[in-house]
């Protein structure tokens, strides 16, 4: 009744909350009170998850904001977040329950400040340096007159119609323009694939393929310029296999793509002069060299001319030098029919002699002996055969002898009975080993009996426990409310309501100390 009319305990009033309304009430809360913000400070750490996700730290002096960008959201940055950039962020709070933390989903990162764009800048030249972009042995000859020439810049500003007057003016060509955007966060994606489109173009195909790339912008500020600065735009240009013209800026513009590209010009308009000579001027070179080449052929033949002529004149007379070989020519051409004669004479001499051995009695008696001889080995041949085989089969009866089948069996009995030997004595190893051991448990198991406090209660002695607890002392036993004596036929309870009977001793083992 008591229980109906006491107030309740403190805070046991108040309403109940799941976790998850909790989450959802903060989240909520941290919504709508800040929205859409943003916030300077410093990156710290950069963690781009397999998902594509991009984790990072924005951190002051004091305090760490935790920040997030979906991978959706990445492609879209202007900036991507690295370790020690101050930066500005913008996007909105919110909050994860399942961890309960806060963080702000950021959907836009900017550089605070022109000196921490050139110390980003500074430790990107220097990471590509290291890897060898910037070596000159790299860096690819430009060809001297190129039949189509791919230019990747914006198609409405001024630069490619000062491109395309100058190479009019200079040298007309075939020219092929990537439309790209040369300022914002479309920038470097943009050229990057222009860069890699065109290289990816087939020779002979609908489309030629560019002999000369032209990568141009003009001037502005650093972050007009920033996207030349990106690194997917440097290691496209430093992969490209067409060589690479890069006029970004003015004179006084420096970019990472000018240390990469094949060469730099200082602006778009001698990017156009330095791919293709003047015209005119090589014509007018192509017509000196003609005539220069005309002059010297003329020079050359008039000397050859000249240098025949005296030759010429010392060399003696045709008829003078024909007349001793026509002389011997004649008196060969009087003396070849006689010698002819003479010749055919004595071959046919030769001949007959020859004639008068070739009797058919001779060649008949060379072949009679050839067919003796061939009898001779054929009656020969037939009893060496029967001899080589004769042996070849003694020789594989010999080895069949060999090859029984009993050795291997008598070697698989020996081994069997010593595997029978080997397996009885592991049994009985191990049957007397678990005797042993069985022996020894039943020693300590004995030995365990006797030292247990139970042989010590049987001797006459008891343990009083009071409120719980052993009593050890006279002083413990007068504050206890109530004792209960353990004896080793049961227990007993002495205190104010009175003694009880004897329980039944519990097995419970007494602390050190409580015997008596």
Known sequence: MSDLIDDPRPGQNLPEYTVSEVSGAVKKSLEDQFGRIRVRGEVGRVFTARSGHLYYDVKDDRNVLACTTWKGQVSQLSVVPEEGLEVVVTGRMTAFGGQSKYNLNVDEVTVAGEGALMAMLEKRKKALAAEGLFDPARKKRLPYLPDVIGVITSPSGAVIRDILHRLRDRFPRKVLIWPVAVQGAACAPEVARAIAGFNA??????????????????????????????????????????????????????????????????????????????????????????????????????????????????????????????????????????????????????????????????????????????????????????????????????RADRLSINPIQRDLAAKRERLDMLTRRLSGAGESQIREWRTRIDALDRLRETLGYKETLKRGYAVVRGDGAVVTTQKAAQKATALEIEFADGRMTVGAAGAKPATKARTRPPEQGSLF
């Open 201 to 398: 173009l087939s020779l002979g195909g609908a489309l030629p393929r560019p002999d000369l790339l032209i990568v141009a912008r003009g001037g502005g500020s650093i972050e007009d310029l920033w996207g030349f600065n990106e690194e997917i735009v440097a290691r496209a240009a430093a992969e490209s296999d067409i060589p690479l013209i890069s006029a970004v800026g003015h004179e006084t513009d420096t970019t990472l793509i000018d240390f990469v590209s094949d060469q730099r010009a200082p602006t778009p308009t001698a990017a156009a002069e330095i791919a293709v000579p003047v015209r005119l001027e090589l014509l007018g070179w192509v017509g000196d060299q003609q005539a220069r080449m005309v002059r010297a052929v003329s020079q050359r033949m008039q000397t050859r001319d000249q240098r025949l002529r005296d030759l010429a004149r010392a060399l003696p007379r045709a008829d003078a030098l024909m007349a001793g070989p026509t002389q011997r020519l004649d008196l060969m051409a009087d003396r070849l029919p006689r010698a002819l004669t003479r010749s055919v004479d004595l071959r046919r001499g030769r001949l007959i002699e020859a004639a008068a051995s070739l009797r058919p009695s001779l060649l008949t008696r060379a072949l009679a002996e050839q067919r003796r001889r061939l009898a001779q080995c054929g009656d020969r041949l037939s009893p060496c055969l029967n001899r080589a085989i004769q042996t070849k089969r003694d020789a594989l009866a010999r």
